[in-house]
């Protein structure tokens, strides 16, 4: 267990999603729905039911259309944007690192999939 007792929670969002244009050129990947609901929210949630929710125990990392997600996320999650460049997953980490605080971390891609949650 971390120095401070919780578990932070972190969803990876600043990708490009250049496999899925020209869908990306209109909005970000984790922006796209599955079932009416943003894949972004479908993270947040998984990490919430871990973690807790808000800012103080869930983050995520912008880049790509990253205003979008910085609103769309509001008072849900610390937000970091990445800039000029995406750092990939040990720079979204290093960057979060004193909202981390020395807290142990659960990351999830907030793109991918998961009709089941993080439940095995």
Not at 37 to 52: E, F, I, P, T
Not at 56 to 70: D, K
Not at 101 to 116: C, E, K, Q, S
Request: glycine letters at 12%; aromatic letters at 4%; one cysteine or more.
């Amino acid at each position: 267990m971390s120095s401070n007792g919780g578990i932070a929670g972190v969803a990876l969002a600043a990708g490009a999603g250049t496999r899925l244009r020209p869908l990306t050129t209109l909005r970000p990947k984790v922006l796209c729905p599955v079932g009416n609901v943003a894949l972004l929210d479908l993270a947040l949630d998984r990490l919430a039911a871990q973690c807790g929710g808000g800012a103080q125990w869930l983050a995520v990392n912008a880049h790509h259309f990253a205003s979008w997600i910085v609103d769309h996320v509001d008072d849900r999650a610390h937000t970091v944007v990445e800039h000029p460049e995406a750092l990939g997953t040990a720079g979204a980490l290093g960057g979060l690192r004193p909202w981390l605080d020395g807290r142990d971390v659960l990351v999830t891609n907030a793109d991918a999939y998961l009709p089941d949650g993080l439940a095995t």
